[in-house]
T-cell receptor
Framework: DQQVKQNSPSLSVQEGRISILNCDYTNSMFDYFLWYKKYPAEGPTFLISISSIKDKNEDGRFTVFLNKSAKHLSLHIVPSQPGDSAVYFCAASARAGNNRKLIWGLGTSLAVNP | DVKVTQSSRYLVKRTGEKVFLECVQDMDHENMFWYRQDPGLGLRLIYFSYDVKMKEKGDIPEGYSVSREKKERFSLILESASTNQTSMYLC???????????FGSGTQLSVL
């Protein structure tokens, strides 16, 4: 039972346009969300995060939006660049006992075409 | 700059061999993790450790064990490698209470 879902396995976007990657979650206890980017044969790198007390967080070309009522978050990349071509993972965090546990989506492969 | 180092980028082993994957972090992080990544299956947690000599099973611990004798080092052990353990293995660390994980570059393990 997947608690974090990235329903689009892949996405193709033209360079300069907006890329929108979506993520849905089912557990209302999640209170912190992260996006990671992964290139082939490399480890994931942190991109941007958002706390559940906010509905938007922005860092340069990357913006994450959180809609708690819909249990939905999205990552916007504007403008998209060929170097953004990678797999993007959404992750959600909730407290589990004395620690916090990250639950991962399956990833969306983004291709930005020149 | 933060650094998580995995000892091998590529590894080829034979079925039945005992395999050691090493991970070292230089950030004095309390928490360390081992994941595997397979196409279409995302990142799956194998084992994690919240402190030295502590370990907890993740979602897919079968066929694996871990060792954390020092704070900076977290080892993943495949007791008897099997072909279904062919995968990309990723080590990660973080400071306790902070969600952000730092990942190593990964080890692509092939079991023949």
């Amino acid at each position: 039972d997947q608690q974090v879902k990235q329903n689009s396995p892949s996405l193709s976007v033209q360079e300069g346009r907006i890329s929108i990657l979506n993520c849905d979650y089912t557990n209302s206890m999640f209170d912190y969300f992260l996006w990671y980017k992964k290139y082939p044969a490399e480890g994931p790198t942190f991109l941007i995060s958002i706390s559940s007390i906010k509905d938007k967080n922005e860092d340069g070309r990357f913006t994450v939006f959180l809609n708690k009522s819909a249990k939905h978050l999205s990552l916007h990349i504007v403008p998209s660049q060929p170097g953004d071509s990678a797999v993007y993972f959404c992750a959600a965090s909730a407290r589990a006992g004395n620690n916090r546990k990250l639950i991962w989506g399956l990833g969306t492969s983004l291709a930005v075409n020149p | 700059d933060v650094k998580v180092t995995q000892s091998s980028r590529y590894l080829v082993k034979r079925t039945g061999e005992k395999v050691f994957l090493e991970c070292v972090q230089d950030m004095d992080h309390e928490n360390m993790f081992w994941y595997r990544q397979d196409p279409g299956l995302g990142l799956r947690l194998i084992y994690f450790s919240y402190d030295v000599k502590m370990k907890e099973k993740g979602d897919i611990p079968e066929g694996y064990s871990v060792s954390r004798e020092k704070k900076e080092r977290f080892s993943l052990i495949l007791e008897s490698a099997s072909t279904n353990q062919t995968s990309m293995y990723l080590c990660a660390s973080r400071t306790g209470g902070i969600e952000k994980l730092f990942f190593g570059s990964g080890t692509q393990l092939s079991v023949l």
